[in-house]
């Protein structure tokens, strides 16, 4: 008995390491943060369909991993940079909210309660992305992710670099089920998944 606890605690320590450490390379972050910040509000006033559930304001969730370096990391600089710039989208101010899915029990009571128009995605690690685009399909959350990756799972807008310059990539499908609708020339200037 004594030997399965050790067992399991090692097991324990190393689950901690698998998802706190940086193993996973697929979820690094390639594109500056700031330049990704500076670029959503553009891709925003260019969706047609603007249907933000707050009238005086767009709510924006934060979504990261407390257990996660990297994932602070960025949460912390996007929180930086939202209050150097105040961003606005549209003529509204962009409101943004943290969540952390490690405390978080249920992600999908807090978009509702917070009316949450949009999330951004931090690396998250060992979570189900495929989950969290179902609530955003189901919410009408536009989507965006840090992490070029979780486009594959149904995220809507990344960004990626090519030949040194910032790339948009938009997940066709995922972004219209969201329900956003953008411009032919934002659509012209993607690259469409």
Not at 31 to 49: G, R
Not at 51 to 72: D, F, M, Q, R, T
Request: glycine share 4%.
């Amino acid at each position: 008995m004594k030997i399965l606890k050790i067992i399991n605690k090692i097991f324990s320590i190393f689950l901690i390491l698998l998802v706190s450490g940086d193993i996973n390379n697929a979820q690094n972050i390639n594109v500056p943060l700031n330049a990704q910040f500076e670029i959503i509000p553009k891709i925003l006033s260019l969706n047609e369909v603007s249907k933000w559930k707050n009238p005086n304001e767009i709510k924006c969730a934060i979504i990261y991993n407390g257990l996660i370096k990297s994932s602070v990391t960025a949460k912390r600089k996007i929180e930086e940079l939202a209050a150097e710039k105040q961003p606005k989208i549209q003529g509204k101010q962009v409101t943004c909210v943290l969540l952390d899915v490690n405390k978080e029990k249920d992600v999908e009571k807090f978009l509702q309660d917070n009316k949450i128009d949009l999330v951004y995605l931090m690396p998250l690690r060992a979570y189900d992305i495929g989950y969290l685009e179902k609530l955003f399909r189901k919410l009408d959350i536009i989507s965006f992710t840090s992490t070029e990756a979780y486009l594959d799972y149904g995220i809507s807008i990344g960004f990626k670099l090519v030949n040194e310059r910032i790339k948009i990539v938009i997940n066709l499908k995922s972004s219209r089920d969201e329900g956003a609708k953008f411009s032919s020339h934002l659509l012209k200037l993607a690259q469409i998944r």
